[in-house]
């Protein structure tokens, strides 16, 4: 049984550019959520996949937008890039939509801004 | 708003008992548990939903006291394997609005 799965696991961009990162369900889930984590801190929430729909949003600028596709698979896309998207971005999965279920999180990717 | 989380760092010997607390001053819907370690992703722990419920997973439990909304993990006879900084989130209404993370506890069981 696979479990949630995040490529790639590490990218390093410049200042301005755009990035696309992704994030495979573990099977059977069919909700994504992806979350920043900053070094030494807690993650914090970015935003919610279900039923191919943007869910539910945390305090991030539209800079951060995503998509989820038919086979509950998911990206996350982030917009001229600063120095401060600089983290850990990762996704987890579970079922059903909300927040009120188990999630599973990947190993996340690491993202360095120049 | 974030949630509030003490102790910042705890050190405990293998076999001694913890207690991690996560309060609000919001009116908290949920509060979820997880504990993560270095250069893992988190990892589930438990969730426990408004009414004051107490649940328990092996020698680590919590409790939600819905008045004083905070959320205490209770780890028991601490084993090498429970160091990681624990993290609590807490959501505010049932539509996952304003979920947020603390900015964690880290724990260090030593033998």
């Known amino acids: 049984d696979a479990g949630v799965t995040q490529s790639p696991t590490h990218l390093i961009k410049t200042r301005g550019q755009q990035v696309t990162l992704r994030c495979s369900p573990k099977?059977?889930?069919?909700?994504v959520s992806w979350y920043q984590q900053a070094l030494g801190q807690g993650p914090q929430f970015i935003f919610q996949y279900y039923e191919e729909e943007e869910r539910q949003r945390g305090n991030f600028p539209d800079r951060f937008s995503g998509h989820q596709f038919p086979n509950y698979s998911s990206e996350l896309n982030v917009n001229a890039l600063l120095l401060g998207d600089s983290a850990l971005y990762l996704c987890?999965?579970?079922?059903?939509?909300?927040?009120?279920?188990?999630?599973?999180f990947g190993p996340g990717t690491r993202l360095t801004v120049l | 708003q974030q949630p509030v989380q003490s102790p910042q760092a705890v050190i405990l010997r293998e076999g001694e008992d913890a207690v991690i607390n996560c309060s609000s001053s919001k009116a908290l819907y949920s509060v979820h548990w997880y504990r993560q370690k270095h250069g893992e992703a988190p990892v589930f722990l438990m969730i426990l939903l408004k009414g004051g419920e107490q649940k328990g997973h092996d020698k680590i439990s919590a409790s939600f006291n819905e008045k004083k909304q905070q959320s205490s993990l209770y780890l028991t006879a601490s084993q090498l394997s429970y160091s990681g900084t624990y993290f609590c989130g807490t959501e505010e209404d049932n539509y996952g609005q304003n979920f947020v993370f603390g900015p964690g506890t880290r724990l260090s069981v030593l033998p």
């Open positions: 099977s059977g889930h069919d909700t």
């Open positions: 987890a999965s579970s079922l059903g939509g909300g927040l009120t279920d188990t999630q599973y």
